[in-house]
């Protein structure tokens, strides 16, 4: 357990991309500060500090807030998941992937935050319009590559995650038709 800020006193526990965690907070300390000093989860990234710029968005409960703006002691119980908890068993997300591919990132400080914004968005579906997209992202400022390359590289990790999860259906699907194979005979 580690301490976040001089006046220290309350402890809170609460889940980060999956894991259980308990951190002992000063009243005023915000989410961003629990994640970046207390946890050391230095991938959330902190701009303007005042809720204008998304750099610092993470996922509370699924939805996209600006952890600056967020009291840690809200978050109580809750689920946080940050950029860290995107890439799984090595290979990192498919957003991640066509970020790359799109040339979607310069200096990347608006990044993870876009990522998160562009997460939520695809666990709502996988077929987003261009205003599905630019609406997801709006909160999310960046100075450097321009938007075009950033919605592409969504659309294009929306596209190849529908594929990817028909693929996972009809091979479920076809193996639960060989498990009741000819089973009226
Ligand atoms: S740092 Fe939180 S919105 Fe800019
Ligand atoms: S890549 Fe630099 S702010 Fe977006």
């Given at each position: 357990m580690r301490e976040v800020g001089p006046g220290a006193r309350t402890t809170i526990s609460f889940r980060v991309n999956g894991e259980a965690v308990?951190?002992?907070?000063?009243?005023?300390?915000?989410?961003?500060?629990v994640l970046r000093e207390g946890l050391r989860l230095t991938g959330t990234k902190e701009g303007c500090g005042i809720?204008?710029?998304g750099a610092c968005t993470v996922l509370?409960?699924?939805?996209p807030v600006n952890s600056c703006l967020v009291p840690a002691l809200?978050?109580?119980g809750r689920e946080v998941e940050t950029v860290e908890g995107l890439a799984k068993d090595g290979r990192v997300h498919p957003l991640q992937e066509a970020f790359i591919e799109h040339t979607a990132v310069q200096c990347g400080f608006c990044t993870p935050g876009m990522l998160m914004s562009a997460l939520a968005l695809l666990r709502e579906t996988l077929d987003p319009t261009k205003e599905d997209i630019a609406r997801a992202i709006s909160g999310n400022l960046c100075r450097c590559t321009g938007y075009h390359q950033i919605m592409s590289a969504i659309e294009d990790a929306a596209r190849k995650m529908k594929a990817?999860?028909?693929?996972?259906?009809?091979a479920s699907g076809a193996s639960e038709a060989s498990k009741?194979?000819?089973g009226e005979c």
């Open positions: 308990e951190v002992e907070v000063a009243g005023d300390d915000r989410l961003i500060d809720g204008e710029c509370l409960d699924g939805k809200q978050v109580e990817a999860e028909a693929k996972t259906s009809k009741g194979g000819g």
